[in-house]
């Protein structure tokens, strides 16, 4: 089992910066793959960003590309999403989610994570 607990969401105006927090608690060896994902209302989840810990590789979506950061501290309790010059379409609410693997290569689909975070909402004012 594995427990994830978001933090770090707000309100922040269009090119500002927020970073969000996902502490990682439980079986270390079914987090080696974590990601962010958000959905926004009336759409579907969209992944963001990955980090796979054995291989070091890490996965942007295009819509985030170049202006969200997303990494883990060394002793892998917590997993970060920076985000910067961000813009009224990354209005959602992000979940943290984790698995023991994930193939970055064909991008992220939320039915591979079988742990979750409750969620944590991000509003962008233009």
């Known amino acids: 089992q594995v427990q994830l607990v978001e933090s770090g969401g707000g309100s922040v105006q269009a090119g500002g910066s927020l970073r969000l927090s996902c502490t990682v608690s439980g079986n270390t060896a079914m987090s080696r793959c974590m990601a962010w994902f958000r959905q926004a209302p009336g759409k579907q989840r969209e992944g963001v960003a990955a980090?796979?810990?054995?291989?070091?590789?890490?996965y942007y979506s295009d819509s985030v590309k170049g202006r969200f950061t997303i990494s883990r501290d060394n002793g892998e309790n917590t997993l970060s999403l920076e985000m910067t010059s961000l813009k009224p379409e990354d209005t959602a609410m992000y979940y943290c989610?984790?698995?023991?693997?994930?193939?970055?290569?064909?991008?992220?689909?939320?039915?591979?994570?079988?742990?979750w975070g409750q969620g944590t909402q991000v509003t962008v004012a233009s």
């Open positions: 989610a984790a698995d023991s693997w994930c193939d970055l290569s064909s991008g992220l689909q939320s039915r591979d994570f079988a742990y």
């Open positions: 980090l796979l810990r054995s291989r070091g590789s890490t």
